[in-house]
């Protein structure tokens, strides 16, 4: 499968972004979804998850509360709704796939293996 992010960008602090991936294939309800962000220095971290079904759900919790991952199986695309941003939510944002119909939503980057180019977001204090 192939991602593809899109929609990161700058933003004030307290303002919103919504981040979306787009998945190629036809087996993209097969995959579990991630999203994982990255500053320079540091190692790629995980931000949210969500089942082959959308049933379930996983957040850091620097994000909960705030963040919220959706999906669209019938458009084939992941989202990352993400209110009340911070400066410190400023990364490289990415989006991961695995093969999995489990009922976890996995939350370990080692456990994704796909992963697309990564889209920025600034937020601004």
């Known amino acids: 499968v192939q991602l593809v992010e899109s929609g990161g960008g700058l933003v004030q602090s307290g303002g919103s972004l919504r981040l979306s991936c787009a998945a190629s294939?036809?087996?993209?309800?097969?995959?579990?979804m991630g999203w994982f962000r990255q500053t320079p220095g540091n190692e790629r971290d995980f931000v949210a998850s969500?089942?082959?079904?959308?049933?379930?759900?996983e957040y850091a919790d620097s994000v909960k509360g705030r963040f919220t991952i959706s999906r669209d199986n019938t458009k084939n695309t992941v989202d990352l709704r993400m209110n009340r941003l911070k400066p410190e939510d400023t990364a490289v944002y990415y989006c991961?796939?695995?093969?999995?119909?489990?009922?976890?939503?996995?939350?370990?980057?080692?456990?994704?293996?796909?992963w697309g180019q990564g889209t920025q977001v600034t937020v601004s204090s």
């Open positions: 294939g036809d087996t993209f309800s097969s995959y579990a």
């Open positions: 969500i089942t082959w079904s959308g049933g379930r759900t």
């Open positions: 991961a796939a695995v093969v999995s119909r489990g009922a976890y939503a996995p939350m370990d980057r080692r456990q994704f293996d796909y």
